[in-house]
């Protein structure tokens, strides 16, 4: 597995902005799962488990090495003061130790910034849970992966049976983790190779439409596809469409439930579509009746798709985002349904020629400043976003301990609610990331969320 996982020593264009996009604490890219088992894993078999991941994979014991001045992007160099105890904690639930109390926890460790001197990632076994239960709180920085790479990832420390044997010691590459040398000449170089990635005139372009983004270029002049893309969503600085999510704030809450995988899939497929399109029409159909049952109904809301672009050659991340207004008037969720199917064929075309990777790239000669005010706007004009990640439809474990369910905390980034879903073992189970301020009532829209994976069942 590790053999075909790919690192590169420097972050790409788009893992570049997610780190610097960090500047600000409403542009996180903190996510986190929690995973309850059937018992607490072996503690001592564990360690070992993850001191053999440490040593396969070189990223979880890299710190963020920026460029003097942000002139090329930041590289992964090991941390010369590395130590697994950083990274990994056991704690025991107060009672009466219910997964709400694992995962308010986990909502919290998310909201706290890593220690950027440090390698991003941190485990925390959780023991005391109702009937013998634990859970495991795995907390990563975006740049590390996305998530499905990270699922890829965990393979390091699950098995696919109880007592499976374990791993010989795997001895650390001194080689392959030895820093590289730093050359002076480096970030000139970066510099000047980033910058012919943009053509002359498209970046002078797009730089006057970032310093102003409400006084646009006429974007049929630009000389370029991708440039007539990126204009073509900035442009787009239109306000997200609820009328009761206007507010935005640092305060979080995690309401997590479950959906039959078969069901919900059988369900897409008889109404021509995916089972990417039924989570979103089940988001749209709850964002929809949220709306109704507190006396404002309305018409059509913002959603951003997470989008796999990975390919074998892929690195840490691979994706991008498509954004779309999914109607959210009262209606049949089957009318709903093949609306978005629509609406979200459209966006993923639209988003290949404005995707992360050319976004980023044309803000890597933008001040930090600038580009955090620029995404603010951007996420201003989305109501919730959506990722689906797909898990194992067998039962996997963690040093003796089986995996009963897992919900994944995907970022905010700005929205009112972030939907992440990971299909595992016949259930889809979701974790809804809200903003409090913006969303009042997080158990209301959680109900109706599970409303609407019930009714697209029966469809």
């Known amino acids: 597995m590790t053999d075909e996982m790919r690192f590169d020593r420097a972050m790409s264009d788009a893992e570049g902005l997610m780190w610097r996009l960090e500047k600000d604490p409403h542009l996180s890219s903190n996510f986190a799962s929690v995973a309850i088992l059937d018992r607490a894993p072996d503690p001592d078999s564990f360690r070992r488990k993850m001191e053999h991941a440490v040593a396969a994979i070189p990223r979880l014991r890299q710190r963020v090495v920026p460029s003097p001045a942000n002139l090329s992007a930041p590289v992964w160099a ?97 080689e392959q983790s030895a820093p590289p040398e730093p050359d002076p000449a480096d970030p000139i170089r970066d510099l000047v190779a980033g910058g012919m990635r943009i053509p002359i005139g498209i970046a002078r372009q797009v ?163 600038l580009i955090t005010r620029l995404a603010r706007q951007q996420a201003h004009t989305v109501d919730f976003a959506t990722s689906n990640v797909k898990g194992s439809p067998i039962p996997v474990y963690v040093s003796g301990a089986q995996l009963l369910e897992i919900y994944p905390i995907g970022p905010l980034l700005g929205v009112a609610f972030n939907l992440t879903l990971m299909s595992y073992l016949g259930s889809l189970d979701m974790a809804m990331h809200v903003d409090t301020a913006a969303i009042t009532e997080p158990a209301l829209l959680a109900e109706c969320l599970d409303d609407a994976f019930k009714r697209l069942a029966k469809v």
């Open 207 to 369: 730089r006057d439409l970032l310093a102003d983004p409400t006084s646009l270029p006429d974007a049929s002049s630009a000389a370029s596809k991708t440039l007539h893309g990126i204009v073509s969503q900035l442009s787009d600085t239109e306000a997200a469409r609820s009328p009761l999510w206007t507010a935005r704030s640092l305060d979080r809450h995690v309401e997590t439930l479950r959906a039959p995988f078969r069901p919900t899939k059988d369900a897409a497929k008889k109404l021509g579509g995916t089972l990417n399109t039924a989570f979103l029409t089940a988001a749209a159909d709850a964002a929809a009746n949220y709306h109704i049952r507190l006396g404002s109904p309305v018409e059509a809301l913002r959603a951003s798709m997470a989008i796999s672009t990975r390919t074998a050659d892929s690195g840490g991340n691979a994706f991008s985002l498509a954004r779309m207004l999914v109607p959210t008037e009262e209606m049949p969720i089957d009318e709903r349904f093949r609306a978005i199917h629509e609406q979200s064929l459209a966006a993923r075309e639209a988003s290949k020629s404005a995707g992360l990777d050319a976004l980023a790239a044309i803000t890597t000669v933008l001040p930090t400043s």
């Open 78 to 174: 090991d941390d010369p003061e590395f130590s697994l105890d950083r990274h990994l904690r056991r704690i025991a639930c107060p009672k009466p130790g219910t997964v709400q109390q694992v995962v308010d926890l986990a909502t919290l460790l998310v909201a706290d910034p890593f220690d950027r001197t440090r390698p991003l990632w941190q485990f925390i076994v959780v023991e005391g849970l109702r009937g013998g239960k634990a859970a495991l709180i795995a907390k990563m920085h975006h740049t590390i992966t996305d998530g499905e790479r990270g699922v890829e990832l965990s393979m390091q420390y699950l098995d696919f049976e109880r007592d499976a044997p374990e791993l010989p010691p795997l001895a650390v590459d001194a």
